[in-house]
């Protein structure tokens, strides 16, 4: 065993790994008995980070790599976990062993075996498609040489996978013919109701995009799909096809990556158009980096945006465009009508200190709405950036505030308890807009937390911050209220009719 595996396995059994979560063994001679004494020693992560096993470059035989494939098959990991086998000269052995353990490893794995020898994914895909695979799977095949023969299997992987399932198909010479094909598998009964497909650098045009979102419409607003296909030549027609699809009754939930994609004004319009429909789903997420994207691009969306129909938990990510002062203006202007739950990224425009010193002030004393998020780059302006994060929880911490005052007029076992359903959802619908307790609860707790910091501070050491009605005065109120009720109904007794 070579020196340095010996030290680096210490590391790993004393759960000591990089910062970047990346333990890179690549391209160091390793063969399979290193490789079988690293594979007993793999862990996971006890913080939840990402552990990358960079094997790439290195020459294995069968020997070595089913030996890979057994530790897998008995580990139990507890965050996700990557083996780049990339470059390995894995083989059509390799695969139809891979195909045999891949349903005893363990959930949220990722294999990347691009570049490599075999011939045909059949097997694998065989195992992928009939669910003998572990959740949260991960089969990544950035830089194959994929046939239409390959894509064939795929897309039957595609279509009959589990939940959850990442295809990366990225710098593969795919193009529009197989890109077609692939998009075929959205079209079957019972497509899985989760996954992602990474297509990026595929040399896909307009013409991929109107054939993928023709194929979804079959799905429906259960269906979630992350679809990257960043550095590709969609362009704006290719973002029409997708704004038409969203625009559409009951379409599937979408994260699109349309980054790099010579993207202009007449995509935005197209998207804008869509996001005044009241048919885009809440939680959609488009990112339009890196394009063609000025101030004057963006004139359509900042309308749709003011639009009561635009949803909520909506994410745009307009970062390396060529946005300035005129952008940050117009988001000042019209930031108390944006809707709730809006992320917008910005990061790496044009603006500078002195514009985004503009823009904080205009923001300043709007009644942002809730749960607002607006990222300018904590990196270039931190200070900026703390300074608007402060401003976009104002409505946050009021709505708190508010709870505060609430559950300590209620003072009884259950927060709120004398409050009707139906007022506490109204007072929570403004903050979660999304119906999820989960978060209702963090807000009970917030407010209770802050309740009990006021009864044990200094100035209020009881419970009678909240000042009980004297009973005298409570009496006294009582009795002029009947009287005045006593009054009005003789009076309704003596109108005439």
């Known amino acids: 065993m070579k020196p340095f595996l010996s030290t680096l396995i210490k590391s790993i059994q004393a759960g000591k790994f ?18 079988q004494i690293l594979a ?68 949220s794995i990722t294999l990347k075996i691009g570049k490599n020898a075999f ?22 095949l950035t830089g194959s040489p994929v046939s239409l023969t390959t894509v064939t299997e795929l897309k039957t992987v595609l279509s009959k996978a589990p939940d959850n399932l990442t295809l990366n198909l990225s710098s593969t010479p795919l193009k529009d013919e ?34 993928m979102t023709k194929s979804l419409e079959k799905l429906n607003s259960q269906h979630q799909l992350s679809i990257d296909l960043e550095g590709n030549r ?25 980054k790099d994609n010579d993207i202009n004004s007449l995509g935005i319009e197209a998207l804008s158009k869509a996001l005044s429909s009241g048919n885009v ?30 949803p909520a938990n909506l994410t745009l990510i307009l970062n390396q465009n060529s946005l300035g002062k005129k952008t940050l203006s117009t988001l000042a202007q019209i930031a108390d009508q944006l809707p709730n739950g809006l992320r917008i990224s910005l990061v790496g425009n044009k603006f500078s200190k002195e514009d985004l010193a503009g823009f904080i002030e205009g923001i300043q004393g709007r009644l942002l709405p809730f749960s607002l998020h607006l990222d300018i780059g904590a990196k270039d302006y931190p200070e900026e950036q703390q300074k608007i994060d402060g401003l976009c929880q104002l409505p946050l911490q009021t709505v708190v505030n508010f709870l505060v005052i609430l559950q300590g007029q209620a003072q009884e076992s259950s927060p709120l308890s004398v409050f ?17 307790p989960a978060k209702i609860a963090r807000l009970h707790d917030k407010a209770s937390d802050k309740l009990r910091k006021i009864y044990t501070s200094d100035k209020h050491p009881s419970n009678e911050f909240f ?26 007794k003596t109108k005439p009719h």
């Open 40 to 107: 007993t020693a793999l862990r996971s992560s006890a913080n939840g980070q990402t552990i990358t096993y960079n094997l790439s470059g290195n020459q294995f035989s069968i020997q070595g790599i089913q030996a890979l494939w057994l530790a897998l098959s008995k580990a139990s990991f507890s965050s996700p976990v990557v083996i780049d086998l990339t470059s390995t000269q894995l083989g059509d052995g390799a695969i139809a062993s891979l195909a045999n353990h891949l349903k005893h490893f363990p959930s």
């Open 281 to 310: 789903l809440p939680g959609t997420c488009i990112d339009l980096s890196k394009n063609l994207l000025d101030d004057d691009a963006l004139k359509t969306l900042w309308e749709a945006l003011q639009s009561k129909k635009c």
């Open 119 to 140: 011939r045909s994914l059949a097997p694998l895909a065989s195992a992928v498609a009939s669910g003998k695979c572990p959740k949260d799977f991960t089969l990544d």
């Open 178 to 211: 197989g890109a077609i094909k692939l998009f075929e598998a959205l079209e079957s009964p019972n497509y899985p109701k989760k996954q992602t497909i990474v297509l990026r650098f595929t040399g896909l045009t307009a013409q991929s995009s109107r054939a």
């Open 467 to 492: 000042t009980a009605v004297p009973k005298a005065l409570e009496d006294k109120d009582k009795k002029n209220k009947d009287q005045e009720e006593k009054s009005l109904s003789m009076e309704g």
């Open 420 to 436: 009707s359903d139906e007022i506490i959802r109204h007072i929570f619908s403004f903050v979660a807009t999304v119906d999820n």
């Open 18 to 35: 990089p910062a970047n979560g990346i333990i890179d063994c690549s391209k160091q001679k390793l063969n399979d008995e290193d490789l």
């Open 234 to 258: 969609l362009a704006s027609d290719g973002l029409h096809a997708f704004s038409t699809l969203l625009a559409k009754p009951n379409s599937p939930l979408l994260k699109l990556n349309v």
